[in-house]
């Protein structure tokens, strides 16, 4: 029987997680996620509380279930996780020394708090600041990476350490890979790069055929692409790494907005979504190492059932 605990606290009936892509508005693929009974995630970085309204409002039109608001914090206002508190179910916080400040600006509207962390010493004291529950990243995550070690050597420490539920993140593919986590004692997983290759995701198409292609030896940990957030290590497929660094161009494309056309610089963070126009190979293709459970683009419903084994 799958854990139930996370289930409770943010009132989905799978304990899966979608990640939080950051620098994409998309909310097809967090409805889609949250249509199926878990939990889909929006991206509240760099946004004020009306743009977190907005991005609110469009979830609504496709979706009734649970919905969180996912927050880098060095990139976030605090009046945009309050926004997120008073109308999502979950407010996360990432990439931050836990603070029972921020803390409380999500819970003050109603909603859980989450502190993803990349140590066990971070779980403790996003316990000990009030977070509801926590997410454990081990260094296979793909984007951004706050870990030292890998997910099976923290996990089941984590959970020994906390009273509240532990989410396991980072390399998470299989079916095998779910069991290992749920045997370990997570009380739900949380999943990035195998949930970028849904039909319902807002990745360039380029980028996803590339993630079809790629084993998890294919991935690499670098601080490359730090155009925007300097020093900070991240997963990306090592295809990505070469073509940047054999691209002499200051400019690697342009996202379309509603307002114009955005460049991107070389080594910028951004990563390809349908927006985006030029040398996708050439940007932060973010991959995990579970992209050895990629065989194909499928909908987001099934992907969720073949991880939880329905």
């Known amino acids: ?132 529950y926590v997410v454990i990243q081990g260094v296979e995550a793909g984007g951004h990476v706050a870990a030292v070690k890998p997910l099976a050597d923290v996990i089941s420490e984590t959970v020994n350490a906390l009273d509240v539920p532990v989410l396991a993140a980072g390399g998470i593919g299989t079916r095998a890979d779910a069991e290992a986590a749920f045997d370990a004692g997570a009380a739900g997983i949380r999943v990035g790069t195998r949930l970028l290759a849904a039909e319902e995701s807002h990745a360039h198409p380029e980028f996803v055929d590339r993630l079809i292609d790629a084993s998890a030896d294919d991935t690499e940990m670098t601080i490359v692409f730090g155009e925007g957030w300097p020093d900070a290590p991240h997963r990306v497929l090592r295809s990505s790494i070469e073509a940047v660094e054999s691209n002499d161009a200051d400019e690697v494309g342009h996202v379309s907005t509603p307002t114009g056309e955005v460049p991107v610089p070389r080594f910028s963070i951004t990563w390809p979504t349908t927006d985006f126009s030029g040398d996708v190979g050439a940007t932060a293709l973010y991959a995990g190492t579970s992209v050895d459970g990629i065989s194909g683009r499928q909908p987001a419903a099934e992907i969720v059932a073949e991880l939880l084994g329905d």
């Not at 409770?8 to 998309?26: K, T």
């Open 1 to 132: 029987m799958l854990p139930t605990t996370f289930c409770d606290l943010v009132g989905c009936d799978r304990p899966l997680q979608l990640s939080g892509f950051g620098g994409s508005d998309d909310v097809g693929l967090p409805a889609a996620v949250s249509n199926c009974g878990a939990l889909g995630m929006l991206p509240g970085s760099g946004q004020g509380s009306d743009g977190v309204d907005t991005m609110l409002d469009r979830f609504s039109r496709l979706s009734d279930g649970p919905v969180g608001v996912n927050f880098i914090v060095p990139f976030s206002l605090p009046e945009a996780m309050e926004a997120a508190g008073a109308r999502a179910r979950v407010v996360e916080l990432f990439w931050a020394e836990p603070t029972e400040d921020l803390v409380q600006r999500g819970q003050s509207g109603g909603a859980v708090v989450g502190w993803q962390v990349g140590t066990v010493a971070d779980a403790r004291a996003a316990q000990e600041m009030g977070c509801d």
